[in-house]
C-alpha cells in the first residue's frame, strides 16, 4: 500500500513537472513571438523611413548643383558705365546683359534668325549677367578688358544638363556613313543597315503609344458612361423646373444639363483624337515597306557627325533623312565608330527643351564651356520666380526671427504659470478648470491659432501682415500649452525632500522653489521647450492666415518686415508648375529636418546632460 502511494505521488510530480515544462516552453515562445514582432515593426518602421528619405534626397539633390556657361566677355564703357565715372551708382546702373549676350551668341555664328537668336538666349538665367557685374562693380578696371565670367543656365537647360528632362540613349555608328550636305536638309547613307536597330525600338515605341491611346480611351468611354447615366435625372429636373414655372430652378437644371452635355460631348471628341492617333500608331507600327516618318510625339533621333548634330526626319534601316541642327564640319565619310546615334527617349512635344536647343547645348558641351558647381545661390539668395535663382536665405532668417520672437514670448510665460500652477496655485475648482483648458488647448487644431491671431494681432492690434513679430506670437500661443505642461511634469518630478530639505533650514517658499527645486526641474523644463519649438518650426496653416504666404523677395531685415518661413516657402514651391522647383521644395524639406533633427538633438543632449536620477 505505501508503494503504490508513493509510485503515485512521483507520477503526479512527473504530470506536474511536465506541465511545467510545458508552460515555461509556451511562455518562452510567447516572449519571442513578442520579441519578433517588435523588431519586426522597428523594422517597418525603419524601411518607410529609409524610402522616404531616399525619395526626398534623391529628388532634392539637382537643387544643390547649378550648371553655369563659362566665357569670356569684353565689357565696353558705353554698355556699363553710362555715365563714365567708373562711380557704384553709374556701374549699376549699366547693361550688362548685351557684351555677355554678344560674347554668347558670338559662339553659334550661323543662328541669325531674331527667333533663333531668342530660342537661343532662353537657354540663359535672366540673372546670367550677375557675376559679370559683380566683378566689374568690385574692379572698375576692368572695363574694357576681356573677363572671365560665368553665366547660370536657365532652369530647363539646366535640369537637362543633369539628366532630369530625358533618358539619352547613345549608340555607337556601325560602318561607314556619309552626308550629303553640311547644312539645311540632308540625307545620311550608310554602308549597311546601321540604323536598323534604331527603326525596331521606334516601332516598338509606335505600338507601346497605340496600346496607351486604346487605353485611355476605354477610360475616358467609362466616364462618359456615367455622364450619360446622368443625362436622364437631369433632362426629369429640367421637366419638373419648367413644371413649377419657377425661373430660378429652371434657370439651374438647364444649367445641369447643359453641363453634362457639354462634358460628353468633350470626352467624345477626346475619343475620336485618340482613337485616331491609335490607328495612325497601329498602321505605322505594321507597315514595314518603307521608312519611318518621325515626327514630335516619337522619341527624338539626333546623329553626330562630322563636328555636327543631324536631326532625323525620315528613317530607313540604311537610311536617313533630316536638318542639320548644328553645321557639320565636311561632307567626308565618317568610318565606324567616328559617328554616332543619339536616342532622347522623352518626345519634343513632351519636354520645355527642344532638339535645336538640346544641340546648341551639346555643342557648348563639347567645348568644354558647362561648368557644375555647388548651388551656394540656393542658402545664400531669396525667393524668386526664376526657379535657378530661388533660395532659401530669405525664409531661414524669417523662420529664425520667428523663433527668437516665440521663444522670448513663451518660455517666461509657459514656466511662470507652470511654476505658479504646480507650487503656488491653491487647489480648488478654478485652478482645476484652468489645468482642464490648458490640456485641452494643447489639442486644439493648429489653423484655430491662426484665425486667433488673425483676429486678435492683425485685426484689433493692429500689427504688420507677414511679419516675424505677428508670427512669433501666433506660433508662441500654439507652443505655450506644450511648455507649461512640460513644465509642471519636470517640477513635479523634484522630490518633495528638496523642497521639505530647503524649508527646514529656514528657506522661504519662494526660495526653495526658484534656488532649489526650478534648477532641478530645469532640464526637463529645456526639453520640453525645445520639443515645442521644434513643433512650431513645422506649422504652415497658422502662417497662412496671418500673410506669410506673401511673395517674399528681400531677405527680412527686422521682426516688423515682411517674412515668410521655410514651412510657408515649402508650400509655395511645391504649387508651382515648373518642375525645378520640385527639386527646390525637396531640398527646402531637407534643411527643415535638419533643423528639426538638430533642435530634437539638442533637447536629448541636454537630458543626458543634466538629467539626475531620483
Known amino acids: 500500500m505505501t508503494d503504490a502511494t508513493a509510485n503515485g505521488l512521483a507520477s503526479a510530480r512527473s504530470l506536474e513537472t511536465d506541465a511545467a515544462r510545458a508552460r515555461i516552453r509556451k511562455r518562452y515562445r510567447a516572449e519571442a513571438r513578442f520579441k519578433a514582432y517588435g523588431i519586426g515593426a522597428i523594422a517597418f518602421a525603419a524601411a518607410f523611413l529609409v524610402v522616404l528619405m531616399a525619395d526626398i534626397v534623391g529628388k532634392a539633390w ?5 550648371t553655369h556657361l563659362a566665357l569670356t566677355v569684353t565689357p565696353s564703357a558705353e554698355e556699363v558705365d553710362p555715365d563714365g565715372s567708373k562711380q557704384p551708382a553709374s556701374l549699376a546702373r549699366g547693361d550688362y546683359a548685351k557684351p555677355l549676350r554678344d560674347a554668347y551668341q558670338a559662339l553659334f555664328p550661323q543662328v541669325r534668325a531674331r527667333a533663333e537668336r531668342r530660342e537661343l538666349n532662353g537657354l540663359l538665367s535672366s540673372g546670367a549677367a550677375d557675376d559679370l557685374r559683380d566683378k566689374v562693380m568690385a574692379d572698375p578696371s576692368l572695363i574694357g578688358r576681356a573677363v572671365q565670367t560665368r553665366a547660370q543656365f536657365s532652369d530647363d537647360a539646366d535640369l537637362y544638363l543633369k539628366g532630369s528632362v530625358t ?7 556601325e560602318g561607314v556613313a556619309t552626308p550629303s550636305a553640311i547644312s539645311g536638309d540632308l540625307v545620311i547613307e550608310t554602308s549597311n543597315p546601321a540604323f536598323q536597330s534604331d527603326l525596331e525600338e521606334i516601332k516598338a515605341d509606335l505600338s507601346e503609344k497605340a496600346r496607351e491611346r486604346r487605353f485611355t480611351v476605354e477610360r475616358l468611354k467609362s466616364l462618359r458612361d456615367g455622364f450619360l447615366a446622368d443625362r436622364p435625372a437631369a433632362e426629369t429636373e429640367l421637366k419638373a423646373a419648367q413644371g413649377t414655372g419657377d425661373p430660378a430652378r429652371i434657370a439651374v437644371a438647364q444649367n445641369a444639363l447643359s453641363k453634362v452635355e457639354s462634358d460628353v460631348s468633350s470626352l467624345d471628341n477626346q475619343m475620336q483624337t485618340l482613337a485616331g492617333e491609335a ?9 514595314s515597306s518603307g521608312a519611318e516618318k518621325l515626327d514630335e510625339k516619337l522619341p527624338s533621333v539626333i546623329v553626330a557627325i562630322n563636328g555636327g548634330l543631324v536631326k532625323v526626319t525620315s528613317l530607313a534601316a540604311n537610311r536617313v533623312e533630316g536638318v542639320a541642327l548644328t553645321p557639320l564640319e565636311g561632307q567626308q565619310a565618317a568610318q565606324a565608330g567616328q559617328w554616332k546615334v543619339l536616342t532622347f527617349e522623352t518626345p519634343e512635344s513632351e519636354r520645355r527643351v527642344g532638339d535645336q536647343q538640346i544641340a546648341w547645348l551639346e555643342t557648348l558641351k563639347a567645348k568644354g564651356l558647362v561648368e557644375t558647381s555647388f548651388n551656394t545661390g540656393f542658402f545664400t539668395g531669396g525667393d524668386s520666380r526664376e526657379a535657378e535663382q530661388a533660395g532659401i536665405l530669405g525664409a531661414l532668417v524669417g523662420s529664425l526671427l520667428t523663433m527668437f520672437v516665440t521663444l522670448v514670448f513663451c518660455l517666461p510665460v509657459g514656466v511662470g504659470a507652470a511654476i505658479y500652477l504646480e507650487e503656488f496655485a491653491p487647489k480648488n475648482r478654478w485652478t482645476d478648470i484652468i489645468e482642464i483648458n490648458i490640456n485641452n488647448l494643447a489639442a486644439v487644431p493648429s489653423i484655430v491659432y491662426g484665425l486667433l491671431g488673425l483676429a486678435v494681432f492683425l485685426n484689433f492690434f493692429g500689427m504688420p501682415r507677414s511679419s516675424a513679430l505677428v508670427g512669433g506670437f501666433v506660433l508662441a500661443l500654439l507652443v505655450l500649452p506644450t511648455i507649461i505642461i512640460a513644465s509642471r511634469a519636470a517640477l513635479k518630478a523634484v522630490p518633495p525632500s528638496i523642497r ?4 527646514g533650514v529656514g528657506a522661504s517658499h519662494q526660495q526653495a522653489v526658484f534656488h532649489h527645486t526650478l534648477p532641478l526641474a530645469m532640464p526637463g523644463i529645456m526639453t520640453g521647450t525645445i520639443i515645442g519649438m521644434a513643433h512650431a518650426l513645422g506649422e504652415t496653416a497658422p502662417l497662412l492666415l496671418i500673410g506669410m504666404v506673401a511673395f517674399i523677395v528681400d531677405v527680412p531685415g527686422g521682426f516688423t518686415s515682411a517674412a515668410t518661413a521655410l514651412p510657408v516657402q515649402i508650400y509655395l514651391w ?8 520640385q527639386a527646390k521644395t525637396s531640398a527646402a524639406i531637407l534643411v527643415l529636418l535638419m533643423f528639426l533633427f538638430a533642435m530634437n538633438g539638442l533637447a536629448i543632449l541636454l537630458r543626458k546632460r543634466f538629467e539626475r536620477r531620483w
Not at 539637382?62 to 547649378?66: D, E, G, L, R
Not at 533618358?167 to 555608328?173: L, N
Open 279 to 287: 490607328a495612325d500608331f497601329e498602321n505605322r507600327f505594321r507597315d
Open 62 to 66: 539637382p537643387a544643390f548643383t547649378t
Open 167 to 173: 533618358s539619352v540613349e547613345e549608340e555607337t555608328g
Open 500 to 503: 521639505e530639505a530647503a524649508l
Open 574 to 581: 511645391s504649387d508651382l508648375p515648373e518642375v525645378a522647383f
